[in-house]
């Protein structure tokens, strides 16, 4: 077993015993941006946004059950459509001012202190991901290398010329077939600090949720206007990172999304592809631009560190077809799951916009009222909707495998009794694990005060066999394995979102107190979130910044 199998363990049990180092103290005044930042790198606006139509979310969340119209299917990427999926995912769409019970409230209204919310969920809202495009010959931009500045919604060029041949080699021969037949690529990276300066030894584990909640915002993004988002996890990662000019210990590739653009290559090798001489080995173009760090003092974390050492290790070593089937979620009930079932309605979400849920996405803190209970089919829809996520990547490119597994602590819900069970996606009905009112346990087992779990309507818990998952690719697998859990966690708030309903998705809890409580303990299954799902008190007090 490599290293990935102790620091899932220490993941796991870190509510009972801390991750190292136990005194570090968070220096917020010499905290980093929550972006990266080249001063001197050329910059252009992207074209606007708001005039795109937007499209109804359920062929993204329900893609099983609700298929994409054909009047919403585009040929293929345009910049149009590239500038509105990162406005909607990563861009800066709003400004958090609603009074609610986070730790952050008093300092909002300052500016230095602003919240500003997008599309995406991120792990302690810091925002660590890096988002690169590789520009071939097929885009209407001059070839090269650009970043996405999220505070301007604008690209800035840190590399003119064609380097899409240098990305395509990384990802290797063996890389799917529409990875290789692309000419235009989003470059994924993670910078450690952005996360680590909260979070310490636990950011590995808080990137990889990060890597896949953005994943997972452009796969429903894409799917109702017929495109298709597949992420690389899989590559010869320190070329990539030397092609970014970053050292892989401050920050690293994490994938690679090719992007398939109307009328570029199709079904065929882009010009630079197979069946020509493979690139001068001699010669290695890199971004010569540096990001400017806003923090003085920038720390170093041994767990963090040997967490991006083990899953460096293999990077190229692509799992063969079907690897991941041996951790695959369980199908039957749980062990613990008695004879009571209670089938629920049949999945359905409002024709409801993927621009507009993305825009409404936001965590309740604290603002969850007991008094009006969600609905059975509401319920229905969310967990159906989190049990039809996959990355689907390279490792399995057409979704066979789900990974994740769902749980669901019942406190106010329509005709369902209060208690603990299983959610069964192929029936669409709950297996009761544990009956019995669960409000005490919630809160109990919450580290924090900024939800009141007792109040919420359901308290969901997605489990994924982070073990199997290492065992069957490796420990780069962990990647996967935490990237699906957050890909989960941004179906739930998306669709949370499209119900009208509150969510909050949480890291802070007792894993081992639930995996008791869910009779867990003898299996593999591990609890990675808490998703807390409910109606939120009428009226809360909120600031309309954009007509101020």
Request: charge should be neutral; proline fraction near 8%; glycine fraction near 10%.
């Amino acid at each position: 077993m490599g290293y990935a199998h102790e620091y899932a363990h220490a993941v796991l049990h870190r509510g009972r015993v801390p991750m190292e180092p136990t005194d570090h103290v968070v220096d917020w005044a010499d905290g980093p941006r929550k972006g990266k930042f080249y001063p001197d790198a050329p910059a252009f606006a992207l074209p606007g946004t708001e005039d795109l139509a937007d499209v109804p979310v359920a062929p993204g969340l329900l893609p099983d059950s609700v298929p994409a119209r054909d009047a919403d299917r585009a040929p293929g990427f345009t910049l149009p459509l590239l500038s509105a999926m990162l406005r909607d995912s990563y861009g800066l769409t709003g400004r958090r001012l609603g009074i609610q019970a986070n730790t952050d409230l008093a300092g909002l209204p300052f500016h230095t202190h602003a919240n500003w919310s997008r599309g995406t969920a991120g792990g302690g809202g810091l925002y660590p991901m890096g988002i690169h495009w590789a520009s071939g010959p097929s885009a209407p931009l001059t070839p090269g290398l650009h970043h996405y500045d999220v505070q301007r919604h604008a690209l800035q060029r840190l590399l003119t010329g064609d380097v899409t041949d240098r990305v395509r080699d990384a990802l290797g021969a063996d890389a799917p077939a529409d990875a290789l037949d692309a000419d235009q690529y989003l470059i994924l990276s993670v910078k450690y600090w952005q996360n680590s300066f909260k979070y310490n030894s636990f950011s590995f584990h808080v990137v990889c949720t990060d890597l896949g909640t953005l994943v997972q915002t452009w796969r429903l993004w894409a799917a109702p206007r017929g495109l298709r988002i597949a992420p690389v996890l899989w590559f010869d990662e320190p070329r990539l990172n030397e092609l970014l000019g970053v050292p892989g210990e401050q920050e690293a590739v994490f994938g690679v999304v090719p992007l398939h653009w109307a009328g570029g290559p199709a079904g065929r090798r882009p010009a630079g592809g197979a069946g020509r001489p493979r690139t001068d080995p001699g010669h290695r173009p890199a971004v010569r631009h540096r990001d400017a760090e806003r923090s003085r003092t920038l720390l170093d974390f041994d767990a963090l560190r040997a967490m991006h050492t083990a899953t460096l290790a293999g990077a190229t070593d692509r799992p063969a077809p079907g690897a991941l089937a041996a951790a695959a979620a369980p199908t039957g009930p749980p062990p613990a799951a008695t004879a009571p079932r209670v089938p629920l309605p049949g999945p359905v979400l409002p024709d409801t916009g993927v621009r507009r849920a993305l825009r409404e996405r936001r965590s309740s803190f604290g603002r969850f009222d007991a008094r009006r209970r969600i609905a059975p089919g509401e319920l229905s829809a969310v967990l159906a909707a989190c049990a039809q996520t996959r990355l689907a990547g390279d490792t399995d490119p057409s979704g066979r495998f789900r990974l994740a597994r769902l749980y669901a602590f019942v406190n106010h819900v329509r005709d369902v009794e209060q208690g603990a069970y299983a959610y069964d996606p192929d029936r669409g009905e709950l297996r009761l694990v544990e009956a019995g009112p669960q409000g005490s346990f919630l809160q109990r087992n919450y580290f924090l005060a900024n939800y009141n779990l007792e109040q919420a309507g359901a308290v969901l818990v997605p489990t994924v066999r982070t073990t199997a998952v290492l065992d069957a690719v490796g420990d780069r697998g962990y990647r996967l394995a935490v990237g699906t859990a957050g890909a989960v966690a941004q179906s739930f708030y998306v669709a949370a979102a499209a119900l009208g309903l509150g969510a909050g998705v949480a890291l802070g809890f007792d894993n081992v107190s639930y995996a008791e409580r869910l009779g867990l303990t003898e299996g593999d299954e591990a609890p990675l979130l808490i998703m807390a799902l409910g109606h939120e008190r009428p009226g809360s007090a909120d600031f309309r910044h954009e007509i101020a």
